[in-house]
Every structure is written in C-alpha cells, then in structure tokens.
C-alpha cells in the first residue's frame, strides 16, 4: 500500500540544524517532496528529489534520498525563527493518476 | 495577486445546511484538487479532476461531491453538512509536466455546529 510516515514533532534550538525524516513504502515513487506550511497558509513546495537522485542540496537545505531503505531526509542548516512550520513529505506516484502522497507533517518548533 | 484562490477564507455553519467551497486558478493548469486537513491526519484527498470532463474520486469523497465549471474553477459542496466535516479545506493545482508539483490556495476554515 501506500503510506509515508513521519514524526509529528521537532524542537531544534536558533541556529542549529534542523534534520526531519521521513519513509514511504512504494517502491514505483518518481519525485519525493518536502512541503511547507507556515501558520494560516497553504502548502508550498520547499525542495524536490527525483528518485534516481541520492541528495540535493538549495542554500540551507539538504535533501538526502536512501531509496534502499525508502528514508528521506530534509536538513535545514542554521535555523532560525522563519523556519517555524509543518513540514509535509510526499512521493508522486506515476500511473495514470499521478497521485502525490502526503505524510502527516512534522511541525517544526524554534528554540529561543 | 495569488493563482489559487479560495472562497470563503471561513465559514461557520450549522448542520443539514448545504456548502459550498470555491476555488479559481490563473495557472493555466488542467489538474485540480481537493484536500482536507485535520490536525494529527495531515491531507486527505477529496475529489481530483483533470480536466473538465474528467472527475476522480479521492481517498474521502463520502458526504462531498465537486463540479469543474471550467478549466480554472473547481468548486466542493457539502450537501448536507455535519460537525465531523469541520476541518481546513485546501485546493491545489498541477500541471501536466515535470516535477508534478501542486500549488495550493491559502485554505478555507469550515466549521459546522
């Protein structure tokens, strides 16, 4: 079946790395997304892997795909106060319907 | 201005009542959706369409049903509204290539009493 699980919590002290993990169980998976949601907002897309990829790296973050184990990873260097949110995984599957799959998000909580 | 737009921002009403959510899209997009989001459950998948001709049933379509007016409208009714329908409701649209990213509406509040 398809699910993909996260942590629904993390605290990280400013300035740390914030690392977020997620796993997912279809093997057929294409893209492999983290989402974002600051309070009152909707989605939006932070970073995409496609699935022949082991890592992607876009300023503070770092995306790390282990498609062995189906774990991804998203590291938010030097964290500061912005990066307050839910973080959604998700994987796109590809047949006919193309369908994205969202974890239940990881709400991200700064450290003074 | 924002390309996924939704109506009303929130709303509050009372059970039996018939609802109606409203997105707009200016991205052109042929593919629509319709999520809910709970606290603790993440999105769930309502409705989906990918063009105006072609309607597909999500993970939870129980007690909704959806009309695609035109390529850019997507609307979501609750015949019959009950308070277990209380929960965030967001659109999103695709496109057709590369990374198939959706692009959300900044979400509706819908509380039902």
């Known amino acids: 079946g398809e699910d993909v699980e996260q942590s629904l919590f993390l605290s990280v002290r400013e300035g740390d790395s914030s690392v977020i993990n997620c796993t997912y169980t279809?093997?057929?998976?294409?893209?492999l997304y983290w989402y974002k949601q600051e309070p009152g907002a909707g989605l939006q897309l932070l970073t995409y892997?496609?699935?022949?990829?082991d890592m992607k790296q876009d300023q503070r973050l770092t995306v790390l795909l282990n498609k062995k184990d189906k774990h991804l990873s998203l590291r938010i260097a030097d964290t500061q106060t912005g990066d307050s949110a839910i973080y959604f995984c998700?994987?796109?599957?590809?047949?006919?319907?193309?369908?994205?799959?969202f974890g239940k998000g990881t709400r991200l909580h700064i450290l003074p | 201005d924002a390309d996924v737009t939704q109506t009303p921002r929130n709303r509050i009403t009372k059970t039996g009542k018939r609802i109606m959510l409203e997105c707009s899209q200016t991205k052109g997009h042929d593919r629509m959706y319709w999520y809910r989001q709970d606290p603790g459950l993440g999105l769930r998948l309502i409705y989906y369409s990918f063009d105006v001709k072609d309607i597909n049933k999500g993970e939870i379509s129980d007690g909704y049903s959806v009309s695609r007016q035109a390529q850019a409208k997507f609307s979501l009714s609750l015949e019959s509204a009950i308070p277990n329908q209380t929960a965030l409701y967001f659109c999103?649209?695709?496109?057709?290539?590369?990374?198939?990213?959706?692009?959300f509406g900044p979400g509706t509040r819908l509380t039902v009493l």
């Open positions: 279809d093997s057929s998976s294409t893209y």
């Open positions: 999103a649209t695709s496109g057709r290539q590369g990374s198939n990213e959706q692009f």
């Open positions: 998700a994987e796109s599957i590809l047949d006919r319907d193309d369908k994205i799959i």
């Open positions: 892997i496609f699935s022949n990829m």
